[in-house]
């Protein structure tokens, strides 16, 4: 099973951007997609997180200006960022649950990290 991450960039404040993850490979079920974000001064805290049952979680810092989305039948998901801020400056993981083909268990798994640098 395999991430591929997607979109980031450099923004201005107030700007948008879009980040998108695949999830490929011998999957048997996804129970949750998210993005986690990661800075030197912070370790890795989680941003958003859609859970198979349609439910959504955000932290506090991102609520009414991030909108996570998750294709079940694409297995893909994205992350929609609006009125961007300088502190949103980070890096961004995508994380999925999922219980491979032939597994017993789920396990998390994780894309690589895309840079969103937010900055006038």
């Known amino acids: 099973v395999q991430l591929q991450a997607s979109g980031g960039g450099l923004v201005q404040p107030g700007g948008s951007l879009r980040l998108s993850c695949a999830a490929s490979?011998?999957?048997?079920?996804?129970?949750?997609m998210a993005w986690y974000r990661q800075t030197p001064e912070i370790l890795r805290e989680v941003v958003a997180i859609?859970?198979?049952?349609?439910?959504?979680y955000y932290a506090d810092s991102v609520k009414g200006r991030f909108t996570i989305a998750w294709d079940n039948g694409a297995n893909t998901q994205s992350l929609q960022m609006n009125d961007l801020r300088p502190e949103d400056t980070a890096v961004y993981y995508c994380?999925?649950?999922?219980?491979?083909?032939?597994?017993?268990?789920?396990?998390?798994?994780w894309g690589q990290g895309t840079q969103v640098t937010v900055s006038s």
């Open positions: 994380n999925a649950v999922i219980t491979p083909l032939g597994a017993t268990q789920f396990s998390h798994f």
């Open positions: 490979g011998s999957i048997s079920s996804i129970h949750a």
């Open positions: 859609f859970n198979s049952d349609g439910t959504t």
